[in-house]
């Protein structure tokens, strides 16, 4: 999880793109205006996307940065979300423009100049892209940072794109066939659309709290792993992302006798095991149960005074029982 430094170093990681960015797009319209390639247009269009979501991304890094308020009592983490939809929707406006003025110059062509400087263009810019994406997307995922995630992965699929166009008009360079050249914008037309679906998807999962299973299989595993011998049962298991924090909330079953201490300190050890794979950007809620004499078929705790039935098996908890609002008995597992 973030602290405040790799939020600083995420803004600053965001900065260099969007100057790169708005270097590109004079580079791409550039190309376009020396060629007429409408092909080469879908790229100069995307990156005004590109320099667009930028400065969305940049803005929403410094709303999230800002600690919780009486406003914000879970923080402003959940703007990165925003950012990500906002980015996701412009590309799929660009997507949308490219598709008609590719149906426009399919239908009614126009000369192409100077294709070879075109290709030379692009296919630079093409390169600086997946380096910056590549740059940003390792970035995201060190910070844990969806806004600047999703910023690299639009930027590398923008360079594979910038690719196959450049695929595209070499075989019209060779072939001297015009047409080929809308094809290929209609082509990665649909190629930019799709992508910005995906972000968009992602973002609006963000923003619904929508379960990340992968992350939730990975904890599931990491606490069965650290079990120990007091969590008699655990349940009602749950994980909202806001930005880059998590918070959990779970019912955490432990032998009745305890005193508030010694509960306090068995929490305090689920969250440290959570904490420490998973980032210190955590908040836990953890209701204690005291544990009921069914719970003793399920209790490995040795030597308990006050089990009243024999131990038979211990509990793994999984993706699909771990999550249940009750407590676990034999006969529910």
């Not at 092909?39 to 929403?60: F, M, P, Q, R, W």
């Not at 990491?222 to 994980?239: C, G, K, P, S």
């Not at 508030?260 to 959570?274: K, M, R, S, W």
């Not at 544990?291 to 699909?320: A, D, I, N």
């Amino acid at each position: 999880m973030r602290s405040n430094n790799d939020t600083y170093q995420s803004f600053k990681v965001q900065q260099w793109i969007t100057v790169v960015g708005a270097l590109l797009m004079v580079v791409k319209f550039v190309a376009y205006y020396l060629t007429n390639s409408v092909a080469i247009l879908t790229d100069a269009l995307e990156s005004i996307v590109n320099v667009t979501a930028g400065v969305v991304s940049l803005y929403s890094l410094y709303i999230a940065s800002k600690p919780r308020d009486t406003n914000h009592p879970y923080g402003h983490g959940k703007a990165e979300f925003l950012s990500a939809g906002v980015e996701g929707t412009l590309i799929i406006i660009a997507g949308l423009m490219i598709l008609v003025e590719a149906i426009r110059k399919l239908l009614h062509p126009v000369p192409l100049h100077q294709i070879n400087t075109g290709i030379l263009l692009i296919a630079i810019s093409g390169a600086v892209n997946y380096i910056a994406g590549l740059v940003a997307e390792n970035t995201g995922k060190k910070y844990k940072s969806i806004a600047i995630t999703a910023t690299g992965k639009h930027l590398k699929s923008d360079a594979y794109s910038t690719l196959g166009l450049i695929i595209g008009l070499l075989v019209l360079t060779f072939s001297k066939i015009t047409w080929i050249d809308s094809v290929v914008a209609l082509i990665f037309g649909v190629i930019i659309i799709v992508t910005g679906f995906n972000i968009t998807r992602k973002s609006v999962a963000g923003i619904m709290d929508e379960a990340d299973e992968s992350l939730l299989k990975e904890m599931v595993t990491v606490i069965n792993a650290h079990r120990r011998e007091n969590w008699v049962d655990l349940h009602n298991f749950r994980i909202i992302q806001y930005g880059n924090t998590l918070h959990v909330d779970c019912h955490l079953t432990l032998p009745w006798y305890l005193n508030v201490d010694e509960a306090h300190h068995e929490v305090e050890a689920l969250g440290n095991i959570i904490a420490a794979e998973f980032g210190d950007s955590l908040e836990l809620f953890t209701h204690t149960d005291g544990c009921q004499p069914y719970s003793c078929r399920l209790c490995t705790v040795s030597g308990c005074e006050h089990r009243q039935q024999k131990f038979e098996r211990q509990l793994t908890w999984t993706m699909s029982n771990i999550f249940e609002n009750k407590k676990h008995t034999l006969e529910t597992v």
